[in-house]
């Protein structure tokens, strides 16, 4: 097969996706690699049909990239994730209004465009997350405990564009960071940015059936094959916090190569999701005590597996 790779500067060196790159490499698969941030391109031709099997997403919120793949769809080449669904969650108010509507266990979400908006929010709403709507790898990401220091960052939130904000969901400072890859679920935990105490620095942990599902429904909802979930354990169940298209699938077993399958799966049937793209996991704690040997994973299956109706 013959894929392109979209790969942002700040991620030219990282293991993904440069060891995907390489693994598709190995098994004898053209791999043509475009740094939008750099490039000089000639769309007409750099954007044709027919010119690959699949497109590949790994660039920054609010790159460049993103446009290429849209333009790649819109010519009727495969795009890995779709493209419309990428955008669904790189645009975190448009995520929110959108999985709130469908029924995830999102918290309840204000959009700004200009920070001083923020500060009609009631006083109850406090403590409150803002960060900014096209945020990533926890830029930005600030605790704002009341009204008065949210007055006080309003130059600092002036520079970051829209911005999304969310009541605080108490937690032990622990993300659980769910991956789907190669049609299974991976689940790990580590400190989250909100956290003084940065100690988990990443592990696996056993996945429960109820978290299980609800990042099943996640990828059903936002039209997603390759995607993490970031959820707290709130004092009222999961809570999912972030959307993430192509992650950096970190502690997951032979991510490379699960990563690799998965798109070359994707390019053969071009990049339709299947209905039937539903989880059910071993019923184990969802937060290991210790890191455990063998990750807990669930194979997608079917809804009613995914909400336990087995």
Known sequence: MRLCFLVEERYR?????????????????????????????????????????????????????????????????TTVNDARAIRGVRDKALAAAIGRSRGLPLPPTYAAARPEALEEIPEAEFPLVVKPADGSSGRAVRLVPTPDRLRALRAELAVEGMLIAQPYVPNS????????????????????????????????????????????????????????????????????????????????????ARVGRAVLELARRGGARSEAAFVGALAEPVLAPEPVPAVATGRLGTRAAATGRL
Not at 15 to 37: C, F, N, T, Y
Not at 230 to 250: C, E, R, Y
Request: charged share 25%; net charge negative.
């Open 13 to 77: 060196h990282d293991g993904m996706p440069r060891e995907v790159i390489r693994q598709l490499s190995a098994w004898g698969h053209q791999v043509d690699v475009v740094r939008p941030g750099r490039s000089l391109l000639r769309m007409s031709d750099a954007v044709r049909a027919g010119s690959h099997d699949a497109w590949v997403l790994k660039t920054v919120s609010g790159g460049p990239g993103l446009t290429l793949l849209e333009a790649a769809s819109a010519v009727g080449l």
């Open 173 to 256: 400072g622990i993300d659980l960071k769910v991956y789907c890859v190669d049609g299974e679920l991976h689940a790990t935990e580590r400190s989250s940015p909100l956290s003084p105490d940065g100690g988990v620095r990443g592990r696996r942990v056993r996945l429960s059936a109820e978290v299980a599902a609800i990042a099943a429904e996640v990828g059903a909802v936002y039209g997603l094959d390759l995607y993490g979930v970031d959820v707290l354990l709130g004092p009222d169940g999961p809570v999912v916090v972030d959307v993430n298209d192509f992650p950096s699938f970190k502690e997951v077993p032979d991510a490379a």
